[in-house]
């Protein structure tokens, strides 16, 4: 492969090229959510609602392995488009070691609280007992997590997403396939209920990170992970963090935003926690091919602005845009259309399917602007402005939407709730193209 590709090719195919393996991978995980959600549905709702309460606290580990992997990559695409290929080097064994140490502890901080953190939700013991049940089992895997999204983004910052879609897909596939097999006990495996939906999960994390360990000792990477690139410098590690921690903030705050909407729902029914779980499984057939488009632009993005082609980054800034509204306005018109069909896909309690269609055809009248923020978010990122990235994100899961949340329901109950999704993305949007005019520059 030619190693300025990144800079030399016409912008709308690279971008297409480096993305669309991508977003067949996201797609996929979109497809291991939704399956997975609904093995565990035809458990119980008790079943899904401990899915749903779980799912802010995994949100938050996938944020720090995923935010902390996007640090790994932006230095990685800059230093190779500025020729630093020692630099990038060590930019990855030490962005390596350090996803290591923080699956250890969040594998340890994590079980600890979850008792804890599911009863301030809930008083069912059933809910509160599955969710420890499932969470002890799916966190024991964090180190495997860390270790396969370092990866993943060292092999995006060479540009080779092939390998990435390869390696996501076989974890999910995996994932998939065991789900039925290990929560009802078909054939020979055993019936082991919600823990069977945790076990596949693991099992296909270790899949992903299997392959991805057998291509980098089997086939040769412009980047080589060397002991002798583990030394000390604080510099780097700061660079690593400075962009790592605004975008794990960024990919952590949906947690945040989870749990507040989910102290507000509760105050109505429990019916609404369920609906909004069931939400954020269906917004990632959106968010996840977005990101994926993301994760193409953001090394180009780096490479060519260390390589000092600011014409070319605000091309492929403008082409991201454009394909990731596209995106949007199709999840507009399918949650328009058929909202009830995909809600019931999870519940057959006929108040959550007609409160959840009616959810959706709320917050989908902000999916299109969202698409500003997302775009604006992953390039800034890209660039290394980890803070103003951080700024949107504020903007766009706290500062507006839970006030904005909290304020509606006192006069219109939970469908108070919903109307502040396309407030608060319509607000972010006009904020976030400011932004990143700014300091894009």
């Not at 962005?95 to 609280?113: K, N």
């Not at 919600?194 to 990170?209: D, F, K, N, S, Y």
């Not at 917050?363 to 969202?370: D, E, M, N, P, Y």
């Amino acid at each position: 492969m030619n190693e300025n590709f990144m800079k030399e090719e016409p912008v709308l195919p690279l971008i297409t090229a480096m993305a669309l393996p991508m977003v067949i991978s996201m797609m996929v995980n979109s497809l291991y959510n939704i399956v997975d959600s609904f093995f565990v549905a035809q458990i119980s709702e008790d079943a899904m609602t401990a899915l749903s309460l779980v799912f802010p606290v995994q949100n938050f580990i996938n944020a720090v392995s995923i935010g902390f992997g996007v640090g790994i990559n932006a230095l990685i695409a800059y230093y190779l488009g500025a020729g630093e290929g020692e630099t990038a080097n060590r930019a990855a064994v030490h962005g390596m070691a350090l996803s290591a140490l923080h699956g250890v502890v969040l594998m340890v901080l994590c079980i600890a609280v979850m008792p804890n953190f599911l009863a301030a939700f809930t008083d069912n013991a059933a809910v509160i007992d599955m969710g420890v049940r499932y969470s002890n089992i799916t966190f024991s895997f964090s180190l495997i997590i860390m270790l396969g999204l370092a990866f993943e983004k060292i092999f995006q910052a060479v540009g080779n997403m092939k390998v990435t879609m390869i390696a996501l897909m076989a974890g999910c596939i995996v994932n998939i396939i065991l789900d039925p097999l290990l929560i009802f006990g078909i054939g020979p495996f055993p019936k082991w209920g919600i823990e069977g939906a945790a076990v596949a999960t693991g099992i296909g994390q270790i899949t992903t990170l299997a392959i991805y360990l057998f291509v980098y000792k089997n086939y040769p990477l412009r980047i080589k992970l060397s002991r002798r690139y583990l030394t000390r410098d604080a510099g780097l590690d700061f660079k690593l963090y400075a962009i790592g921690i605004p975008a794990t903030l960024n990919l952590a705050l949906p947690s945040l935003l989870v749990s507040s909407l989910n102290t507000i729902l509760a105050a109505f029914s429990q019916s609404y926690i369920v609906v909004l779980g069931i939400y954020y499984k269906l917004q990632t057939f959106l968010y996840l091919p977005a990101n994926g488009i993301i994760q193409g632009m953001r090394p180009l993005i780096g490479f060519n602005y260390g390589a000092g082609e600011h014409g070319r980054v605000k091309a492929i800034y403008n082409t991201t845009l454009v394909m990731n509204a596209c995106i949007m306005l199709a999840g507009t018109a399918i949650c328009l259309l058929v909202p009830d069909v995909l809600i019931a896909m999870f519940t057959d309690n006929a108040v959550s399917v007609e409160a959840g269609a009616q959810a959706l055809r709320i917050i989908c009248a902000g999916f299109i602007v969202s698409a500003v923020s997302v775009t604006a978010c992953g390039a800034l990122e890209g660039l290394g402005k980890g803070l103003p990235s951080l700024v949107i994100s504020l903007l766009r899961y706290v500062v507006v939407i839970i006030p904005a949340a909290w304020l509606l329901s006192k006069y219109f109950g939970a469908q108070g709730v919903w109307h502040a999704f396309w407030i608060a993305e319509l607000l972010t949007a006009i904020a976030a193209q400011l932004v990143y005019k700014r300091y894009s520059k």
